[in-house]
T-cell receptor
Framework: KQEVTQIPAALSVPEGENLVLNCSFT??????LQWFRQDPGKGLTSLLL?????REQTSGRLNASLDKSSGRSTLYIAASQPGDSATYLC??????????FGAGTTVTVRA | SAVISQKPSRDICQRGTSLTIQCQVD?????MFWYRQQPGQSLTLIAT?????????ESGFVIDKFPISRPNLTFSTLTVSNMSPEDSSIYLC??????????????FGPGTRLTVL
C-alpha cells in the first residue's frame, strides 16, 4: 500500500523567504505526482502535476521536483507572500487514477 | 481544466438521518471520485463513481452507508446514510481530466462540510 509522508507538518516564515516543502512516498511505481493547495474549510486547488518521466515542473513562483527512484518530491515557493498561507498537499497516482495523499504541510507566511 | 460545483456547501444534521450531496461538472468526464476528509486529516478515497453501473468502493466503505449515483458524465450524488457524529467530515467530489500528452490532472470541488450532532 502506498504511504505518503509530508515534512514538516507546519511551517511559519517571514514574508519574502523561500519555502521548501517535502513529500516522500514508499512505492516508486507511480504514474504522476500532484501538488495541491487547500485553504481552510475549502476544496483543493491543483498547483503542479509532474509525470513520472519528468524531473520538475514550474509555474510562476512555484517549482516542483521529482526523484522517483528515491521516492521524493519537493515543492519550492520563491519569495513567499502572506497569500501563500494555506495547507499544501501532495498526492501520488498509481495506475488506476486513485490518489494517495499526504497529511499536508500547513504554511503561515508572516507579514 | 474542469469546474466542479457541489451542493450543499455545508450542513448540520441529526444522527440517524441521511444527506445527499450533489456534484456537477462543467464538462463530460469519465472518471469521477468521492473523497472524505475527516477533521485534521488528509483525504481518503471513498469510491469511484461509474456512469451506468455500480460505484467501486474502497476498503472500509460500503454501498449501504455511502450509496452513489452517476446517471450521466457530468453529475453524481453521494448519500451519507444513517449518520453518526463520526461522519462529520468534508466530502469532496473529484474528476480526472486528460490534458494533452497523456496527462491526467485531477480537479476537486469546493467540498461539502458536514457536521452530525
Amino acid at each position: 500500500k502506498q504511504e505518503v509522508t509530508q515534512i514538516p507538518a507546519a511551517l511559519s516564515v517571514p514574508e519574502g523567504e523561500n519555502l521548501v516543502l517535502n513529500c516522500s512516498f514508499t512505492d516508486s511505481a507511480i504514474y504522476n505526482l500532484q501538488w495541491f493547495r487547500q485553504d481552510p474549510g475549502k476544496g483543493l486547488t491543483s498547483l503542479l502535476l509532474i509525470q513520472s518521466s519528468q524531473r520538475e515542473q514550474t509555474s510562476g513562483r512555484l517549482n516542483a521536483s521529482l526523484d522517483k527512484s528515491s521516492g521524493r518530491s519537493t515543492l519550492y515557493i520563491a519569495a513567499s507572500q502572506p497569500g501563500d498561507s494555506a495547507t499544501y498537499l501532495c498526492a501520488v497516482r498509481q495506475g488506476d487514477y486513485k490518489l494517495s495523499f499526504g497529511a499536508g504541510t500547513t504554511v503561515t507566511v508572516r507579514a | 481544466s474542469a469546474v466542479i460545483s457541489q451542493k450543499p456547501s455545508r450542513d448540520i444534521c441529526q444522527r440517524g438521518t441521511s444527506l445527499t450531496i450533489q456534484c456537477q461538472v462543467d464538462s463530460q468526464v469519465t472518471m469521477m471520485f468521492w473523497y472524505r476528509q475527516q477533521p485534521g486529516q488528509s483525504l481518503t478515497l471513498i469510491a469511484t463513481a461509474n456512469q451506468g453501473s455500480e460505484a467501486t468502493y474502497e476498503s472500509g466503505f460500503v454501498i449501504d452507508k455511502f450509496p452513489i449515483s452517476r446517471p450521466n458524465l457530468t453529475f453524481s450524488t453521494l448519500t451519507v446514510s444513517n449518520m453518526s457524529p463520526e461522519d462529520s467530515s468534508i466530502y469532496l467530489c473529484s474528476v480526472a481530466v486528460r490534458e494533452g500528452l497523456g496527462t491526467d490532472t485531477q480537479y476537486f470541488g469546493p467540498g461539502t462540510r458536514l457536521t452530525v450532532l
